[in-house]
Every structure is written in structure tokens, then in C-alpha cells.
């Protein structure tokens, strides 16, 4: 049965479907003309076929619930193996969507096509390839027209990036606030020495100043925009001037405290020799669609299970980590593991219009299975989630799963320990964890690490 996503309903003329695992996109008239553009373009053909845009094809047949609903066209995308979004990438990621946007935008220009938007959830990553996905954004170019997307650019790609470049966290803003960053708050959240840079001036300060004046005027400022002349050549130079000013921002962050983590010989060898194999070997007894490493850090294990898996999300609530782990896998596109920066202790629920436009982490996901190495005793001691609640978590996802859980003498537990008060902490053992998980879960196997401190289970889900 067709059901329309929740987040595509902005654009009159396209609108997608899925359909029994399929991913449809109905088109009116127009969409189909602009459609028909593209599909004619150079620069189209070229971008599917490296991967830069989503493969596509138009159905023969209009199915007959979307003609009676007055669709002309319908045209069948590939599918995306797990949706991600804006408010969960790193800045190298924010930075490369953004790259593909106006790189996608100019090369359409040059065949009398532009984009009428630019958001980067026009934009998904298979991988650490970000792939164009919203095919419906492109339409035939119009004499005169200017680039309607380059307000959406700056509040959605530009001023998060920008307040990333200067140490500011764009992404609790991003999922705050889906629409972006509005100029006005990105100007007073820069320092001044930034604000007086020329291509800052221009993209935001000015952005700051006609949504002052213009804001509540009620003056059509798109059609003053067609009367002042516009051309492609006009659209082109700007084009070039936001990609020079993206290409140039730099995101230097100070190290964490987990981002040298599996590299400070916090593991004795063989315990790292043996997790791995243990992982492995519950990853391998049978052929894995999605797993959802959860503590990825630099991937290690994200990698280990590849031999079994069709497809890996890694994710880490530390966005150091997880950016280099982008680059290192954007090196050697790889496109099997998407790393993913989301807090395990504050995942996003569903947001937007009626709280179902942009579906919560764990409905996108779907994994069937889950490792949870190394985090059950940060979100035990230091976050305070009771052993309960962390199963309870696990049993919504629905999957089977690989958790590691220290004993109470592990040198990481007794340092996070350190830091509670004596009592806050005594809930913390081995036994208590085995007894909630074994309420929900059926567990499959045990195994005691060399080092005797921490521990490993398989856990199958009751029916």
C-alpha cells in the first residue's frame, strides 16, 4: 500500500511514496516537464552514474491510486539503506553536502536548470558518499529568475558551518530549529573579528540587516529580485563565490577525551583480540542486513563485522571521533559504514510537522543487530540510566545484540565512579545487569574477557 513520507509534502509538484520497500516519486505535469529536462541533461547522467545523485528510472505505468490522485509521472529511485540527517553529521560532512549542492546547482545551470531549493535534506550519505537525492528539486530555468535557494543554503548549510568553524556545536541548533539557522542569530553568535571578513559580510551580515528592514513589510521581494535583472552568469559568479567561501572554512577541534581512546592502550591485547573475535562470531552465524554499532569510536568494530553485513551504521556521541572516522572512510569511499554523531543518553525523537516529518533515529535504523561495546558503564555511571532502562532501549530496537559490561573493579568504571557519590553507584554489577537482561532478552552466550573485567553477551530478543 503506497504511503507518502511524512517529510515530502512541501513541494506541490513532487511527492514521494513508498511502496512495499520501493520508493516512488509522483510528479503534476510541470514536475514531469522538469523531469523530462533532466533526465535530457549531461550533467544528470554523469552525476548517477558516479554516485553523486540517486539512481532513477520512470515508470511506463502510473499506478492507478497516484493517477487518480491527479499524478502524470512517477519515477522509482534507489533506496537509501538508512536515512540520516543534518543534526547528526559532523562538520566535514555538513561541509561535503554542501559542496555537492552548488557543485550539482552550477552544473545545471550550464544546461538551463537550476535547483528551487537547497537543503541539505536534499542530501543523504550512503556510506561516506553524500548522494542528491531530491530529484523534484530541479526545474527548467526561467529568464531573469535569481537562485531561490540561496537563503535556504546560508541558514542550512553555510551559518552552521560557519558556527562550527568557530567552535560552536551547529547541531543542537539544527535539531532545534529544522529550517536552519536564521542570519540574524548566526551574526550575534559570530565574534566581530569574523563578521568584518567581506564573504561573512556579505552572506550573513546582509542577510541580518534586509531581515530587519524586509522581515514584516509584505514587499514580494522574489519579484523585485526577477525585476532587477538576474542572469545565469550573475548565478554562476555567486555559485562560485559560496563554494570558495565553504571550501575555505576549517573545523580544528580540540581532542576529547574519547578521541585517542583506542590508541591509549586502555585494552590489554589480547582482550582486544578476544572481543574482536567474539563479535565476529555472533556478527557471522548468519547473513546481517544492518548493524547499528553503537560507541563506534574509530570503527574498529564497525569494520570487523563488514564480512557479514550488508550494511553498517557507526555512531558516537563524540563529533571528533566520528569526523575522523568520516574522512578516514571518505578516503577510501568507502560506502558500506555511515558514521553517525548521536548521544546515546539524548537521542532525537520524531520532529517537525506534527511531530512526524523527520522520523526518530532508531524508526530509520531498523538494524537487526546492535553492538554495544564500551558504553553500557558511561551511560550506567556517568549519565545515571539504570541497567532497566538501557535494556528497555535495546528491546525497542527489537534486535539482537553484542553488549560488553565491566565489573565494578575495571579501571575505566572505578575512574567514571570517581566522580558519583559512593551510593549512586553500588547498583552497578555484573549481577544486576544479567538480571535485567535476561527479563527481555534470551542470553545466548557469555564470554569473560583475559583481563577478568569485563565481560560479553550475545543477547537474542524474547519472542
Not at 160 to 188: D, T
Not at 427 to 441: L, M, N, V
Request: glycine share 6%; net charge neutral.
Amino acid at each position: 500500500m503506497l504511503r507518502p513520507e511524512p517529510g515530502s509534502w512541501r513541494d506541490p509538484s513532487s511527492r514521494v511514496f513508498a511502496d512495499d520497500g520501493r520508493i516512488l516519486r509522483a510528479l503534476d505535469a510541470d514536475g514531469a516537464a522538469d523531469y523530462d529536462a533532466l533526465a535530457g541533461s549531461q550533467f544528470f547522467g554523469d552525476a548517477v552514474s558516479d554516485g553523486r545523485a540517486i539512481g532513477t528510472r520512470r515508470l511506463e505505468q502510473v499506478p492507478d491510486d497516484l493517477a487518480q490522485a491527479g499524478w502524470v509521472a512517477v519515477l522509482e529511485h534507489e533506496r537509501i539503506p538508512v536515512v540520516s540527517y543534518p543534526f547528526e553529521w559532523t562538520f566535514s560532512m555538513l561541509r561535503d553536502a554542501a559542496m555537492l549542492q552548488l557543485d550539482l546547482t552550477e552544473l545545471a545551470l550550464a544546461e538551463q536548470l537550476i535547483t528551487k531549493d537547497a537543503t541539505p535534506y536534499n542530501i543523504q550519505f550512503v556510506g561516506a558518499r553524500p548522494v542528491f537525492i531530491d530529484v523534484g528539486s530541479f526545474e527548467r530555468l526561467s529568464p531573469g529568475e535569481p537562485w531561490f535557494g540561496y537563503r535556504q543554503f546560508c541558514e542550512q548549510f553555510l551559518n552552521p558551518l560557519l558556527l562550527q568553524a568557530q567552535g560552536i556545536p551547529y547541531q543542537p541548533w539544527l535539531r532545534g530549529e529544522l529550517q536552519g539557522i536564521r542570519p540574524s542569530e548566526c551574526r550575534a553568535a559570530l565574534p566581530l573579528r569574523t563578521r568584518a571578513r567581506p564573504s561573512v559580510f556579505l552572506n550573513v551580515g546582509l542577510h541580518a540587516w534586509a531581515e530587519r528592514r524586509y522581515g514584516g513589510s509584505g514587499r514580494d521581494l522574489r519579484a523585485e529580485l526577477r525585476a532587477a535583472g538576474f542572469n545565469p552568469a550573475i548565478v554562476r559568479a555567486q555559485l562560485r563565490r559560496l563554494r570558495r567561501v565553504v571550501r575555505r572554512l576549517a573545523w580544528e577541534p580540540r581532542r576529547s577525551g574519547w578521541s585517542e581512546y583506542s590508541e591509549r592502550g586502555h585494552y590489554e591485547a589480547s582482550d582486544l583480540a578476544a572481543k574482536e573475535a567474539f563479535v565476529r562470531r555472533v556478527a557471522g552465524h548468519r547473513r546481517r542486513r544492518h548493524v547499528l554499532d553503537m560507541g563506534a569510536n574509530d570503527g574498529r568494530f564497525s569494520e570487523a563485522v563488514l564480512d557479514a553485513a550488508d550494511y553498517v551504521v557507526a555512531l558516537d556521541a563524540d563529533p571528533v571521533v566520528i569526523d575522523d572516522l568520516y574522512r578516514r572512510l571518505r578516503e577510501g569511499d568507502e560506502r558500506r559504514i555511515l558514521p553517525v554523531c548521536i548521544d546515546l543518553a539524548n537521542v532525537a525523537t520524531a520532529l517537525g510537522w506534527r511531530g512526524r516529518e523527520r522520523p526518530a533515529f532508531i524508526d530509520r535504523a531498523r538494524p537487526d543487530l546492535v553492538l554495544m561495546l564500551a558504553v553500557v558503564h558511561h551511560l550506567a555511571i556517568t549519565d545515571m540510566v539504570p541497567f532497566e532502562e538501557i535494556v528497555a532501549f535495546l528491546a525497542d530496537v527489537g534486535a539482537e545484540a553484542v553488549v560488553e559490561v565491566p565489573t565494578p573493579d575495571d579501571p575505566m568504571v572505578r575512574r567514571l565512579a570517581r566522580a558519583k557519590k559512593a551510593r549512586e553507584v553500588t547498583r552497578y554489577s555484573i549481577d544486576a545487569f544479567e538480571s535485567a537482561a535476561g527479563r527481555a532478552f534470551e542470553i545466548v552466550e557469555t564470554e569473560v574477557l583475559p583481563s577478568a573485567t569485563r565481560h560479553l553477551y550475545h543477547l537474542r530478543p524474547r519472542a
